[in-house]
């Protein structure tokens, strides 16, 4: 089962999760401050104040720092010592965060052996709450029942996810087929429709019907689908279903109708202002922080490649509209990495790239240069890459709705960036499409301030590329 949070659809068992996580980093807190004074609740708060307000800042910002780390993302796959260094890596950013509050905002301050605590405290929260509800609970009961009407190619889309992380949300009970349609999903997974629908779900215990025919002008059961409609069976058409489970728009079942008709891909004023003043403020922010690095990694430039050689890269990509603008990076690769001009796909463990080219590169530093695109207004901190006008002249020819994917403004990460590794040929182009279209349909103000925090990821972790 799917909850709409942060403009994304997330899976119930990690809301659960979350919801049970954020009580015991609340308790953690509290807990800490009676281990550390040995006295009581009150006494404590008649010397310091209400412990509460900390503890929603605790609790607050480890869940920040957990998402930022990948670890309440249901794409995640690191092993055990993988998660480790995750849940290390966000105690510690939470220790550093919070203690900067307490500092910021004095009446919220409580010592640095409190805060210690909690944060031990939290770490443990974590191992017993998702060892817990691995063993005792796991993810069964969280999915709903699917039924599915269809047993073609389209049904099959569903047969075939392959990954543990698309299923989590659902449980396929089968497939019906419908008169006249050839069969694709294998024999024992189809269901006989001896019963009316209606009854056929209720005896299955079916929370929704999923529509995935071949052909829907003959034999459509509409009387059947409007009594399950109207009888609290959610009753959805296979693309909606495969976005919400995958977290992207499934290309070869994709069609103009649903696009055209479904929710979502809205550009209102509203969201247009607040993407720009997230924008403008972010960008501030980042540059603020980030201008010591930028003029280490500008001097290192020069001193392996000398002093007349360039700092910055500029390259045209496509971005609004189709209108090509002059990208900026700092150079990770040789001055002559592209002879006569010919563009070329970055590849991995490329020889062209530099020494110091392959440190910025692994660790994002030669992307922050194009804070300064976003302050232009070429692009967005969120949204699809801005691809070379080389490569999208071709990629249009070749994969669908390649260039509804300008119907945005670029962006420096996004959600492809996130759940796809980086990418340097035609089909991970068209997974990379994919997410976009996602993203497309899906931006909202939450959404982009969540992919900005789960960046963080990407950055330290070296995920992607």
């Not at 009581?40 to 929603?56: F, M």
């Not at 500008?298 to 007349?308: F, S, V």
Request: aromatic share 10%; glycine share 8%; net charge positive.
């Amino acid at each position: 089962m799917q909850l709409r949070v942060l403009g994304n659809n997330i899976s119930l068992s990690i809301a659960v999760l979350t919801a049970i996580e954020a009580a015991l980093f609340f308790a953690a807190l509290i807990g800490a401050a009676i281990l550390r004074f040995q006295t009581s609740i009150a006494e404590i708060e008649t010397d310091v104040g209400p412990l509460w307000p900390r503890a929603v800042l605790f609790s607050a910002v480890m869940l920040l720092c957990l998402l930022a780390f990948g670890l309440y993302s249901g794409r995640q796959r690191a092993r055990t010592f993988g998660l480790l260094v995750r849940v290390a890596a966000a105690a510690f950013a939470c220790f550093a965060t919070t203690s900067m509050f307490f500092y910021l905002i004095p009446n919220l301050w409580i010592g640095r052996g409190v805060l210690a605590f909690s944060v031990l405290g939290a770490v443990g929260g974590i191992a017993v709450a998702r060892i817990s509800l691995k063993q005792f609970v796991g993810d069964e009961p969280f999915k709903r029942r699917v039924l599915v009407y269809g047993s073609g190619r389209s049904a099959s889309a569903i047969a075939n996810l392959r990954r543990r992380t698309d299923r989590r949300g659902f449980f396929v009970v089968g497939f019906i087929q419908p008169v006249g349609e050839d069969r694709v999903v294998a024999q024992d997974q189809l269901i006989d429709p001896t019963d009316n629908l209606r009854e056929l779900c209720d005896r299955l215990d079916v929370d929704e019907v999923v529509v995935a025919m071949e052909d829907r002008r003959r034999s459509f059961p509409a009387r059947d689908l409007l009594e399950c409609r109207l009888a609290g069976i959610e009753v959805i058409e296979l693309l909606t279903l495969l976005e919400r489970e995958t977290g992207r728009v499934r290309i070869d079942a994709l069609n103009p109708s649903w696009m055209i008709f479904g929710d979502g891909f809205r550009r209102d004023a509203v969201r247009l202002f607040s993407s720009r003043c997230l924008d403008l403020f972010a960008s501030v922010l980042i540059v603020a922080l980030s201008m010591p690095l930028m003029l280490l990694t500008a001097l290192a430039i020069k001193l392996e490649d000398g002093w007349r050689a360039d700092v910055f890269y500029r390259q045209n990509r496509v971005g609004l509209g189709g209108q090509t603008f002059e990208l900026l990076k700092f150079r990770s690769m040789r001055a002559d990495a592209e002879q006569g001009g010919q563009a070329q796909w970055a590849a991995k463990n490329d020889p062209r790239v530099t020494r110091v080219g392959a440190i910025i590169r692994k660790l994002r530093i030669d992307e922050l240069p194009q804070i300064l695109n976003v302050l232009r207004d070429d692009m967005r901190l969120v949204g699809p890459r801005p691809e070379r006008p080389e490569f999208v002249r071709d990629l249009a020819e070749k994969i669908p709705y390649y260039l509804q994917r300008h119907c945005v403004k670029p962006g420096i990460t996004g959600w492809a960036q996130l759940c796809y590794p980086y990418g340097s040929c035609e089909q991970d182009s068209l997974e990379k499409l994919q997410y976009d279209l996602y993203y497309i349909k899906n931006n909202c103000f939450l959404f982009d301030v969540s992919i900005l925090v789960q960046t963080a990821e990407v950055v330290f972790m070296g995920k992607g590329r």
